[in-house]
Nanobody
Framework: QVQLVESGGGLVQPGGSLRLSCAASGKFFSIYIMDWFRQAPGKGREWVASITRGGTANYVDSVKGRFAISRDNALNTVYLQMNSLKPEDTAIYYC??????????WGQGTQVTVSS
């Protein structure tokens, strides 16, 4: 089992920045990829970014150049640095971990609101 706890969400003005954190506990050694997803009001859940155990990162086109995903293996934590935020980035952001046995674990989500 892996437990995930997100933090770092909040209210920010357009153009501002936030850093989300996802702290993992449990069988973290079994995790090979971690992702951030988001779900805006009235919309489906959207994949935002991922990072492998080796550090390879990928992003959805809408956040490329603005968001950066990183991980600290010593702390079992994944981060999402979000810069130049736009109102359309408003959503609940979720952290997901996928194990080598293809089991997926989800956090409870953290709200990000971009508004003036």
């Amino acid at each position: 089992q892996v437990q995930l706890v997100e933090s770092g969400g909040g209210l920010v003005q357009p153009g501002g920045s936030l850093r989300l954190s996802c702290a993992a506990s449990g069988k973290f050694f079994s995790i090979y990829i971690m992702d951030w997803f988001r779900q805006a009001p009235g919309k489906g859940r959207e994949w935002v970014a991922s990072i492998t155990r080796g550090g390879t990162a990928n992003y959805v086109d809408s956040v490329k150049g603005r968001f950066a995903i990183s991980r600290d293996n010593a702390l079992n934590t994944v981060y999402l640095q979000m810069n130049s935020l736009k109102p359309e980035d408003t959503a609940i952001y979720y952290c997901r971990a996928a194990s080598t046995e293809n089991v997926h674990y989800w956090g409870q989500g953290t709200q990000v609101t971009v508004s003036s």
